[in-house]
T-cell receptor, first 114, second 114 residues
Framework: ETGVTQTPRHLVMGMTNKKSLKCEQH?????MYWYKQSAKKPLELMFVYNFKEQTENNSVPSRFSPECPNSSHLFLHLHTLQPEDSALYLC?????????????FGPGTRLTVT | KQEVTQIPAALSVPEGENLVLNCSFTDSAIYNLQWFRQDPGKGLTSLLL?????REQTSGRLNASLDKSSGRSTLYIAASQPGDSATYLC?????????????FGKGTKLTVNP
């Protein structure tokens, strides 16, 4: 696959479960991002990694834990989530986290917390 | 704090019509503005990126303009087709809280009727 891929595409989990979302980019980029898209709300930036270093945590609750082992892979570890965490989680990448580069998005993971 | 507003929230037009989607932002100190398309349940596809020094960008039937001083951008779609039906998102990239961020509007849901 090319571009930005995300797995799984759909996930249903209980409030006591632990799961992980995976993102992989095949574009040779150095910056990766997690966004949350809830119904009726704009996309919200959650985390930014630039050259594998976390440079942004947008006041995200600790039940969301990101991991970036290398520039091509990004994970979002989930535990003890709440029903209001149900949303579309989008991963994106760009050449670097600077103003001139476009962000390319993956297809998203639709998460439902029961 | 940057805020992005898109008007209208929804638009329905007959096939073949030319149309304009509007985006406004409160802080004119931006690096660039990006228009995206999102199909239901899917990720974002980048349509056009306008750097802060540019006035417009064109791609096929799409033309985006940027008036940074007034905090406005428009996306013009010529000769609309049913396949153009999607939600169109506007996002501006600027510096906030010491870091660079992409701030999104809520989108305009476009329906092109055959």
């Amino acid at each position: 696959e090319t571009g930005v891929t995300q797995t799984p595409r759909h996930l249903v989990m209980g409030m006591t479960n632990k799961k992980s979302l995976k993102c992989e980019q095949h574009l040779g980029h150095n910056a990766m991002y997690w966004y949350k898209q809830s119904a009726k709300k704009p996309l919200e930036l959650m985390f930014v990694y630039n050259f594998k270093e976390q440079t942004e945590n947008n006041s995200v609750p600790s039940r969301f834990s990101p991991e970036c082992p290398n520039s091509s892979h990004l994970f979002l570890h989930l535990h003890t989530l709440q029903p209001e965490d149900s949303a579309l989680y989008l991963c994106a990448s760009s050449r670097a986290n600077t103003g001139t580069y476009e962000q390319y998005f993956g297809p998203g993971t639709r998460l439902t917390v029961t | 704090k940057q805020e992005v507003t898109q008007i209208p929230a929804a638009l329905s037009v007959p096939e073949g019509e030319n149309l304009v989607l509007n985006c406004s932002f409160t802080d004119s100190a931006i690096y660039n503005l990006q228009w995206f398309r999102q199909d239901p349940g899917k990720g974002l596809t980048s349509l056009l990126l306008i750097q802060s020094s540019q006035r417009e960008q064109t791609s096929g039937r799409l033309n985006a303009s940027l008036d940074k001083s007034s905090g406005r951008s428009t996306l013009y779609i010529a000769a609309s087709q049913p396949g153009d039906s999607a939600t169109y998102l506007c996002a501006v990239r600027g510096r906030e809280g010491g870091s660079e961020k992409l701030v999104f509007g809520k989108g305009t849901k476009l329906t092109v009727n055959p």
